[in-house]
């Protein structure tokens, strides 16, 4: 912590506010990956004291930040909320647990649902999904450090995975359990991001902001069979950053069929 | 609210026949995408009915996708279109360019000529006193605004760009017909973001709404940044979509 009070600058001869200024240094470290992801921030009085300025004033700048979606307030404590990440995450099959400990947290996992119902109309996205037969879902909120990161639907065919409604892996990483106990390996999927307003009951777990804009993603996986695993929908706060380059050829498609290069 | 009907003489659920309703005033036109719906006491007033009966009927509506409700400000009528973006394997998405739109429209609202931002500045590679062009515009498609793009070129690059090079062809074809450069790789960086009220005004849709902000860097040969372009989707109303394994 004492590192990033150190990277923190401001000049008091410019014009720019204080508190802008306090923002934008922050925003600056944040961008340049000089602050990482969950790293706690300095308390507001600390920083006050080693810029000598106002408490109102850097308490109005880590209030920007959290409307921007680049700090978390967690118990009083500020953490940075922004993830560069690879674009590997996208085009491979990562899973959040992994994600999590990747960033150098411990990551838990908490049930908070379990029950046979229908699919969503709105998840029935591939025509080799069959909505109309029972799927059992889970609901499951996913932990770093103890803090909520992202909440996540996960409904299986209730066929394929007979008796898995009275099993017990609450708090396990989902696809290794259905590797021990089904030998489901998960070989293929899709995976559609949007972005969405954070629902208000997604918001009172995530203890975020109602409304923030958050990645909703949508995933299908299949097994080494090409049979469908699962269908989920997760909803994380985390303010994900990642690049994806398009060469020469990729361009030529989009310039034809697409009106983003109007 | 006269485009509801309900006949509490008959057995049909009460919530139904205010699903239905809204259903066919959408279809028939009567509502319009991002008109607002009655809140729940006014209809409750009107129809005397409990609040759950309305709740209900909402909510339904929502999981239909017909409408959104914005915290603290109410119901709105949501019938725009849903885009799906590929962002690898443009050969394994099939449906690429497969939806289809009768028109696309480029609205320009601003062109400009700055050296104002010293970030965009750092991302054109300008030297100091060097100056960008600006254009900002919203794109329609099928008549609904479905992007807001901020383009940034360097002066030096495009000798007399005029507002109607830009309205009369599209980046593409500015960059490479127009001008004779090349679009050798295009590096794009996504992140989400609450939109501000004037953007959200361009885009005809709520304060906050979220949205996919893309930016994208548009390399010529020699690795040298020809364009600058910064760009807001509906979040909502656009997918990116990955093939994986």
């Known amino acids: 912590m004492k590192t990033i009070l150190n990277k923190i600058k401001i000049d008091k001869r410019q014009a720019t506010s204080i508190q802008l200024q306090i923002a934008q240094s922050i925003k600056n470290l944040l961008f340049d990956q000089q602050i990482n992801y969950m790293n706690e921030m300095p308390s507001i009085d600390d920083l006050a004291i080693y810029l000598d300025v106002a408490v109102a004033d850097v308490k109005q700048a880590y209030h920007r930040l959290v409307v921007e979606n680049l700090l978390h307030q967690e118990h009083g404590i500020y953490y940075a909320n922004f993830v560069n990440l690879s674009s590997d995450f996208y085009f491979k099959m990562t899973k959040l647990y992994d994600v999590i400990k990747n960033f150098g947290l411990t990551p838990t996992i908490k049930t908070i649902k379990k029950r046979v119902t229908e699919l969503p109309v709105n998840l029935a996205l591939d025509p080799s999904i069959d909505p109309t037969i ?8 996913y932990y770093g450090n103890d803090i909520p990161l992202a909440i996540m639907d996960i409904y299986l065919p209730q066929e394929s995975f007979k008796g898995i409604e009275q099993m017990n892996f609450d708090e396990k990483p989902l696809y290794e359990a259905l590797f021990f106990t089904y030998g489901k390996l998960i070989s293929s999927g899709r995976r559609l991001m949007s972005v969405v307003n954070l629902p208000r009951e997604d918001a009172k777990i995530l203890n975020s902001a109602v409304d923030t804009a958050s990645y ?47 | 609210m ?21 259903e066919d005033a959408i279809r028939e036109g009567v509502l319009a995408d991002n008109d607002r719906l009655p809140t729940e006491s006014e209809l409750c007033e009107v129809f005397n009915m409990s609040d759950i009966v309305v709740k209900n009927a909402y909510k339904l509506l929502v999981k239909q996708g017909l409408v959104t ?7 709105y009528v949501s019938t725009r279109k849903m885009f799906k973006f590929p962002l690898k394997g443009f050969d394994k998405i099939g449906d690429f360019g497969a939806y289809t739109y009768t028109s696309k429209e480029k609205r320009v609202v601003l062109f400009d000529i700055s050296k104002d931002l010293e970030s965009i500045s ?16 919203v794109v329609l498609v099928d008549q609904a605004e479905v992007l807001y793009q901020t383009l940034y070129l360097p002066e030096k690059l495009f000798p007399k760009l005029a507002i109607s090079d830009l309205e009369q062809s599209n980046l593409p074809q500015l960059l490479t017909v127009k001008y004779p450069y090349h679009m050798k790789r295009v590096k794009n960086g996504f992140s989400p973001v609450n939109m501000t009220s ?5 885009l005809n849709t709520f304060k906050h709404a979220a949205a996919h902000r893309v930016r994208t860097t548009i390399f010529g040969d020699q690795d040298v940044v020809i364009a600058y372009l910064e760009t807001l989707f509906l979040g909502q109303y656009t997918q990116f979509e990955v093939i994986v394994g």
């Open chain 1, 216 to 262: 909703q993603v949508v995933s299908i996986t299949f097994d080494q069979h090409k049979k469908l695993i699962d269908i989920s929908r997760s909803i994380s706060t985390m303010n994900q950053y990642f690049e994806v380059d398009f060469e020469e050829k990729d361009i030529q498609k989009i310039a034809k069929n697409h009106f983003f290069y109007i």
């Open chain 2, 198 to 202: 004037s953007e959200a005004q361009l």
């Open chain 1, 134 to 141: 029972p799927y059992v879902q889970l609901k499951r909120i």
């Open chain 2, 122 to 137: 750092l991302l054109l590679n300008l030297r100091e006193g060097e100056r960008y062009y600006v254009a900002k515009y």
């Open chain 2, 2 to 22: 006269n485009y509801i009907k309900i006949d509490k003489t008959i057995k049909k659920a009460l919530y139904l026949q205010i699903r239905d309703s809204i």
């Open chain 2, 69 to 75: 409700r914005v915290q603290g400000s109410g119901t």
